[in-house]
């Protein structure tokens, strides 16, 4: 079958190429197009009957712009990969872009074979990313999630987490004295991982000896977790609480302690880090350390990249809090709304 062409719509239609050009490229509807409304509809009316979809190659190297964005996702089960892609394909749908994701795969050498208007990296951790993303962008619009690299070229985007890890660590210990710890095998064996030595100053505020057999690590994936925290919880000495160092590990603990016929938080309390909206949503709502409103705002940010190719590279942050919820309300700490904001004691 010989796919339809702008000549095959134009002919159908009774128009000329360059009107069908026009009405396809959605240019009709400011003033002095000289294009009815009549003849637009004529136009889509027989680019349907005919099946004809637009040469995006083509259109590509005539317009210079593909509609198409990318995104860079390191694990896509992870609920924070989740909420990134369902945010931005409904901020990016209605302008006529398709995102299309990456995922799984080292996107260093994957960008130099794809052609998108913008590519958002969710993960820039080697030492030498920082020069290799600048020698991308030469060619391809980057937004990159980091909290060390600086705007080279790239627009970065930064979770300014302050001190909140303490302050998750800080709420457990105010109410347990035997906390453990869930994470990756990666941020024990690296020195200066912030989210683990979190878990290891926060013992030490509180006057709490360290156990190696509260220290539960996985591979990265979601079932390791899982398997992690079911061997945690079935110790002849289990914690009462859990400091999770994602939210994805957060939520494996909870399968893992309501397979264990455990109740969270009265015979567990558990916190996460990240503030997804599938922690908050579950039952029992994750208590979690995170920005707000990231995912809808990161989307609009991405969209405004794609449409403003020409603007200068910028940081945009999001500042972090405590949200407490009903995995770890604190009995010690206060009265909780379970919207994620702690009042003062009394």
Same mark, same amino acid.
């Given at each position: 079958?010989?796919?339809?062409?702008?000549?095959?719509?134009?002919?159908?239609?009774?128009?000329?190429?360059?009107?069908?050009?026009?009405?396809?490229?959605?240019?009709?509807?400011?003033? !002095?197009?000289?294009?009815?409304?009549?003849?637009?509809?004529?136009?889509?009316?027989?680019?349907?009957?005919? !099946?004809?979809?637009?040469?995006?190659?083509?259109?590509?190297?005539?317009?210079?712009?593909?509609?198409?964005?990318?995104?860079?996702?390191?694990?896509?089960?992870?609920?924070?990969?989740?909420?990134? &892609?369902?945010?931005?394909?409904?901020?990016?749908?209605?302008?006529?872009?398709?995102?299309?994701?990456?995922?799984?795969?080292?996107?260093?050498?994957?960008?130099?074979? =794809?052609?998108?208007?913008?590519?958002?990296?969710?993960?820039?951790?080697?030492?030498?990313?920082?020069?290799?993303?600048?020698?991308?962008?030469?060619?391809?619009?980057?937004?990159?999630?980091?909290?060390?690299?600086?705007?080279?070229?790239?627009?970065?985007?930064?979770?300014?987490? !302050?001190?909140?890890?303490? =302050?998750?660590? %800080?709420?457990?210990?105010?109410?347990?004295?035997?906390?453990?710890?869930?994470?990756?095998?990666?941020?024990?064996?690296?020195?200066?991982?912030?989210?683990?030595?979190?878990?290891?100053?926060?013992?030490?505020?509180?006057?709490? +000896?360290?156990?190696?057999?509260?220290?539960?690590?996985?591979?990265?994936?979601?079932?390791?977790?899982?398997?992690?925290?079911?061997?945690?919880?079935?110790?002849?000495?289990?914690?009462?609480?859990?400091?999770?160092?994602?939210?994805?590990?957060?939520?494996?603990?909870?399968?893992?302690?309501?397979?264990?016929?455990?109740?969270?938080? +009265?015979?567990?309390?558990?916190?996460?880090?990240?503030?997804?909206? =599938?922690?908050?949503?579950?039952?029992? &709502?994750?208590?979690?350390?995170?920005?707000?409103?990231?995912? %809808?705002?990161?989307?609009?940010?991405?969209?405004?990249?794609?449409?403003?190719?020409?603007?200068?590279?910028?940081?945009?942050?999001?500042?972090?809090?405590?949200?407490?919820?009903?995995?770890?309300?604190?009995?010690?700490?206060? +009265?909780? %709304?379970?919207?994620?904001?702690?009042? %003062?004691?009394?």
């Amino acid at each position: 079958m010989v796919r339809p062409t702008i000549k095959t719509v134009a002919a159908q239609a009774g128009v000329s190429t360059a009107t069908v050009s026009y009405v396809l490229a959605g240019r009709t509807k400011g003033k !002095g197009s000289g294009i009815s409304e009549a003849t637009a509809q004529r136009v889509h009316a027989a680019a349907t009957a005919l !099946g004809y979809r637009p040469n995006q190659a083509a259109r590509t190297i005539r317009t210079g712009k593909s509609n198409l964005m990318m995104l860079s996702l390191t694990m896509l089960s992870d609920p924070w990969s989740l909420a990134v &892609s369902k945010a931005v394909g409904a901020a990016v749908g209605p302008a006529g872009i398709t995102p299309m994701i990456l995922a799984d795969t080292d996107w260093r050498t994957a960008i130099r074979r =794809q052609n998108a208007d913008v590519i958002f990296v969710d993960a820039a951790e080697r030492d030498d990313d920082g020069d290799t993303l600048a020698k991308l962008a030469v060619a391809n619009k980057l937004v990159v999630f980091s909290e060390t690299l600086e705007p080279n070229g790239f627009d970065v985007i930064r979770s300014t987490a !302050g001190d909140t890890f303490n =302050q998750a660590m %800080d709420h457990l210990t105010a109410d347990h004295d035997k906390v453990a710890v869930l994470t990756t095998a990666t941020s024990v064996s690296v020195p200066g991982s912030v989210r683990y030595g979190a878990y290891l100053d926060g013992l030490k505020r509180a006057g709490l +000896e360290f156990r190696a057999d509260y220290v539960a690590t996985f591979d990265g994936e979601e079932m390791g977790a899982y398997e992690a925290a079911v061997a945690l919880l079935q110790q002849p000495d289990p914690p009462t609480a859990i400091y999770a160092t994602s939210d994805f590990a957060a939520m494996a603990a909870i399968h893992a302690a309501q397979r264990l016929r455990l109740n969270v938080p +009265e015979d567990v309390a558990v916190t996460g880090v990240g503030n997804t909206p =599938q922690g908050e949503l579950m039952s029992p &709502s994750l208590s979690t350390v995170g920005p707000v409103d990231f995912f %809808d705002r990161l989307a609009e940010f991405l969209l405004h990249r794609a449409t403003h190719p020409t603007a200068p590279p910028q940081i945009l942050e999001f500042p972090w809090q405590l949200f407490l919820r009903e995995s770890a309300p604190g009995r010690a700490t206060g +009265e909780i %709304d379970f919207q994620g904001q702690k009042e %003062d004691a009394l």
